[in-house]
Structures are given as C-alpha cells and as structure tokens.
C-alpha cells in the first residue's frame, strides 16, 4: 500500500532539500506499513491457494461418489437372453443390487378388440360419414360407463371423443372394404388385458358387434408360484425398479448387473481428479514453492492422497487399487488401465464390489476414501476451514494494522511537511531580507563612488 510523500511548494533556494527531508521522514515511517503490505500479499496469495486445493479436493470427492454410485446400484442394466418372449426395463432408481431372473411367460395376453356392426350405415368416408346421427353415446368398458359426445357427427370425431373420454379403452378406424369401395368400422380396443365387456350404445341401440374376448397374461419368475401369475397388463414388475413387458410365450433370462463401463469411466475421473490435487500440491515444494510452502495443510492434504492410494482390503482377486488397473508412472501420477479393469470385472465382479464397498457400509475403499476425503472439508474441524479461517483472521488483523500504521504515517507526513513549509517561508523571508541589504549597499557604494570621482 505505502504512502507517496506530500510535496510542498517552497520558495525558498532549499525548497528541494526540505522536500527530501520530509521524503526521508515519511520513507522511515511507512517501513513498518511495507512489511504489512508484504505479509498481507502472502496471506492473500495463501487463501487463494486454500480455495483452489479445497477445489480440486471437492472434484476428488465427487469421483470417489461417481464411484459408489457406479458400484451400488447407480448404474445398473437389465440383459434378456430372448428379447422376443420379453424386454426389461431398469430404472434409475432401482432398490435392487442385481440379480438373475428366469421368466417363463405362459401367456401374453391380449385385449379385448371389437368392430362397429355390420348392420350400421356403411361409411366411405369418416371425415363426412358416421355410424349413428347422436349427438351424445355411452362407452362402457368393463362396468365403468363413460359419456361420449363427439364434436361433430363425423366418425373422425367420434374416435376422437373416445380417446379423450379418460376410458379405460382405445379407438381407431379400419377399413374392411376395397380401395375402391371402402368400409370404415369403428374399433375399439380394452386397455387392460383379458375378457373385458365393451359397449357403445347411442340409446338403445348397441353400435359394436360381437367382440374377439381378450385373455390374462400368464407367467412365473423362478419357477413360482405353482400357478402361473395372471395379469392384466403386460407390463409387469418383477422387482423393486425392474419392469418387464411380456411379448409372447417361451422362457428367457433377464439378468441385472453392474455396468463395468460405468465404473470404469469413475475409476478413470477418480485417477484424474487424484492427479490434479497431486500437481497442486506439488505448487508448495521446494524452495521456489508457491504461498503454502511450509504450510502443515500440505503435509496434511499430502498424507491424505498417500492414505488413499495405499488402502487395501477385500478378498479373492482385488485386494487393493494396483488391482483393478490403477498404478503410479514414473512422474509420480496414476494411471489407469481400463483393459486390466474390464477383465477382472468380468472374471470377479464379487471381488470387485468386496473391495470397493460403499461409502455407507463401513468397509470397502470407498468408504475409507470418502472418510477421509469428508474430513478434510468438515465445516468444524477440517483442515481447510481450520487453514482458511486462521489465514481470513490474519488477514483481517493485518488490514486493521495497516490502517494504524497508515494513520501514524499520514500523521508524521502532516507535522513534517507543516514544519518544513515553515522552515522554507523563514528561509525564504530571510533570503529576501538579505537581498534587500544588499542591493542597498550596492546602491549607496556607487553613490559614494561618483562623489569621489566628481
């Protein structure tokens, strides 16, 4: 910060030394602020330096989170061996940490469909045409009634009204003429599967003719129970997240199983998270080290990433980190090899998940690291809060210092430069009164000259 020396406007011929006077006057005072305004500099370049390490500390916090989701279920698939008896779906949020199901589908199933009657109007155009001149029907699918009331006396509108009606059914239009000769019907279709009672009168009058009854779907998981399951829908759920949707009869198997690729890509970011806190800390080494150099914090933050690179624990084949394809190269960063991941994780997935854990399970790498990590950012006794919150208290103390030392100096600046201007106005004055002496005597000499020689 400093403080530049006040100049003053002398008049006197020692104006200039009065003013290196009052220059080296304030230069002496203002010695103290300098050496604050270094040590404010420092501590400002230090908290910098504690916000990017917490930073990339956060970003390694998050990968080994990345990891756990990838390891527990966060990154599931559901694989069917026969994808025409049925397809899975997995949802995101599925409770369930894998397993292998054998579907055996009796059944699939099949709605109730039925047509307009043969003995209604023939329509050769549904956008002009329809099978009844009401203005108003009643839709009853099972024994749930709905009011239809088409927009207009169209069979378009009709299917329409049905569709929006909220019925528990669908309906379109089928051509059952020729080309030439077209006869659209109106058909409508249960949403449920099975025998379900459809009909669509506009009074007395019944519109729909005979319908083509529906059955259940019928099937067992794992060979149970006895009976085969039936079921309305072919969509059914075989496990907490894990939905099915029956195609046709005959047996496959759904498997569900981490995704390999999903925790390959985490154990990636996690090795690249790790290297970026490693090079920043690497800032604070040496002689030439950045503003943390010295500091505790980085032995500290130093011991935490050695802590994590050396967990080992689990069984059978992965026993620690070199295991799954993680390793140091010779400049000190981690490597991956995700070739060397995918094998074990296809050969020993058991022991993969063995020694990876959760974060929540008390054992495994992941809880470990995320132990670790969490500590380091705890808002009460971290490491970082407790670096931060001494460097801002320093930072604070110093800024009320300089504002001190500024008011001392600022003070001796006034008083010098009040005394040198007064010193410079006497100095001044006298030089005036001696050039006035002079010129006088001067003058009165070459009087007394002139008179001799006259």
Same mark, same amino acid.
């Given at each position: 910060?400093?403080?530049?020396?006040?100049?003053?406007?002398?008049?006197?011929?020692?104006?200039?030394?009065?003013?290196?006077?009052?220059?080296?006057?304030?230069?002496?005072?203002?010695?103290?602020?300098?050496?604050?305004?270094?040590?404010?500099?420092?501590? !400002?370049?230090?908290?910098?330096?504690?916000?990017?390490?917490?930073?990339?500390?956060?970003?390694?916090?998050?990968?080994?989170?990345?990891?756990?989701?990838?390891?527990?279920?966060?990154?599931?698939?559901?694989?069917?061996?026969?994808?025409?008896?049925?397809?899975?779906?997995?949802?995101?949020?599925?409770?369930?940490?894998?397993?292998?199901?054998?579907?055996?589908?009796?059944?699939?199933?099949?709605?109730?469909?039925?047509?307009?009657?043969?003995?209604?109007?023939?329509?050769?155009?549904?956008?002009?045409?329809?099978?009844?001149?009401?203005?108003?029907?009643?839709?009853?699918?099972?024994?749930?009634?709905?009011?239809?009331?088409?927009?207009?006396?169209?069979?378009?509108?009709?299917?329409?009204?049905?569709?929006?009606?909220?019925?528990?059914?669908?309906?379109?239009?089928?051509?059952?003429?020729?080309?030439?000769?077209?006869?659209?019907?109106?058909?409508?279709?249960?949403?449920?599967?099975?025998?379900?009672?459809?009909?669509?009168?506009?009074?007395? !009058?019944?519109?729909?003719?005979?319908?083509?009854?529906?059955?259940?779907?019928?099937?067992?998981?794992?060979?149970?129970?006895?009976?085969?399951?039936?079921?309305?829908?072919?969509?059914?759920?075989?496990?907490?997240?894990?939905?099915?949707?029956?195609?046709?009869?005959?047996?496959?198997?759904?498997?569900?199983?981490?995704?390999?690729?999903?925790?390959?890509?985490?154990?990636?970011?996690?090795?690249?998270?790790?290297?970026?806190?490693?090079?920043?800390?690497?800032?604070?080494?040496?002689?030439?080290?950045?503003?943390?150099?010295?500091?505790?914090?980085?032995?500290?933050?130093?011991?935490?990433?050695?802590?994590?690179?050396?967990?080992?624990?689990?069984?059978?084949?992965?026993?620690?980190?070199?295991?799954?394809?993680?390793?140091?190269?010779?400049?000190?960063?981690?490597?991956?090899?995700?070739?060397?991941?995918?094998?074990?994780?296809?050969?020993?997935?058991?022991?993969?998940?063995?020694?990876?854990?959760?974060?929540?399970?008390?054992?495994?790498?992941?809880?470990?690291?995320?132990?670790?990590?969490?500590?380091?950012?705890?808002?009460?006794?971290?490491?970082?809060?407790?670096?931060?919150?001494?460097?801002?208290?320093?930072?604070?103390?110093?800024?009320?210092?300089?504002?001190?030392?500024?008011?001392?100096?600022?003070?001796?600046?006034?008083?010098?430069?009040?005394?040198?201007?007064?010193?410079?106005?006497?100095?001044?004055?006298?030089?005036?009164?001696?050039?006035?002496?002079?010129?006088?005597?001067?003058?009165?000499?070459?009087?007394?000259?002139?008179?001799?020689?006259?």
């Amino acid at each position: 910060m400093g403080t530049t020396p006040a100049s003053f406007n002398g008049t006197s011929t020692y104006a200039s030394d009065l003013q290196q006077e009052i220059t080296h006057a304030v230069t002496i005072a203002s010695l103290p602020l300098n050496a604050l305004d270094a040590n404010l500099s420092l501590l !400002q370049s230090q908290s910098s330096e504690l916000n990017t390490l917490q930073g990339d500390f956060g970003s390694l916090l998050t990968a080994v989170q990345s990891l756990d989701q990838a390891n527990n279920g966060g990154s599931l698939t559901a694989s069917v061996s026969d994808n025409t008896v049925a397809t899975a779906t997995l949802d995101s949020a599925a409770a369930i940490s894998g397993g292998t199901y054998s579907l055996d589908v009796t059944k699939a199933g099949s709605p109730t469909t039925t047509l307009s009657s043969s003995t209604l109007p023939t329509v050769a155009d549904p956008s002009v045409g329809s099978i009844s001149s009401s203005s108003s029907f009643t839709l009853t699918v099972g024994t749930t009634p709905y009011t239809i009331t088409p927009s207009a006396d169209t069979l378009d509108a009709l299917v329409q009204a049905i569709n929006s009606s909220g019925a528990s059914a669908n309906a379109t239009l089928v051509n059952i003429g020729s080309p030439s000769a077209p006869d659209y019907r109106l058909s409508v279709q249960s949403s449920a599967l099975g025998a379900i009672g459809i009909t669509l009168t506009d009074g007395p !009058q019944d519109l729909l003719g005979t319908p083509t009854t529906g059955i259940p779907a019928q099937y067992q998981v794992n060979g149970q129970p006895t009976t085969p399951i039936s079921s309305d829908s072919d969509t059914v759920t075989l496990a907490p997240g894990l939905t099915v949707n029956l195609l046709a009869p005959g047996n496959t198997t759904i498997t569900v199983a981490s995704n390999s690729s999903s925790a390959a890509n985490a154990l990636s970011s996690f090795a690249a998270a790790y290297n970026t806190a490693s090079s920043e800390l690497s800032t604070s080494r040496g002689t030439r080290g950045g503003a943390l150099t010295g500091q505790s914090i980085i032995f500290s933050l130093e011991e935490s990433l050695r802590n994590l690179t050396s967990y080992s624990g689990g069984s059978g084949s992965v026993q620690n980190l070199t295991d799954l394809g993680i390793t140091f190269n010779q400049s000190g960063q981690l490597t991956f090899d995700q070739a060397q991941f995918s094998t074990v994780a296809a050969t020993d997935p058991d022991a993969v998940a063995a020694f990876l854990g959760s974060a929540e399970s008390g054992t495994g790498f992941l809880n470990a690291a995320t132990n670790i990590l969490n500590s380091l950012g705890n808002a009460t006794n971290g490491v970082f809060e407790a670096s931060e919150s001494t460097t801002q208290q320093q930072i604070t103390n110093d800024n009320a210092q300089i504002a001190s030392v500024q008011a001392q100096v600022t003070q001796v600046q006034n008083q010098i430069t009040a005394q040198m201007s007064a010193a410079d106005s006497l100095i001044a004055s006298l030089q005036s009164q001696s050039t006035y002496f002079t010129n006088y005597f001067t003058a009165e000499q070459e009087v007394q000259n002139s008179i001799s020689i006259g």
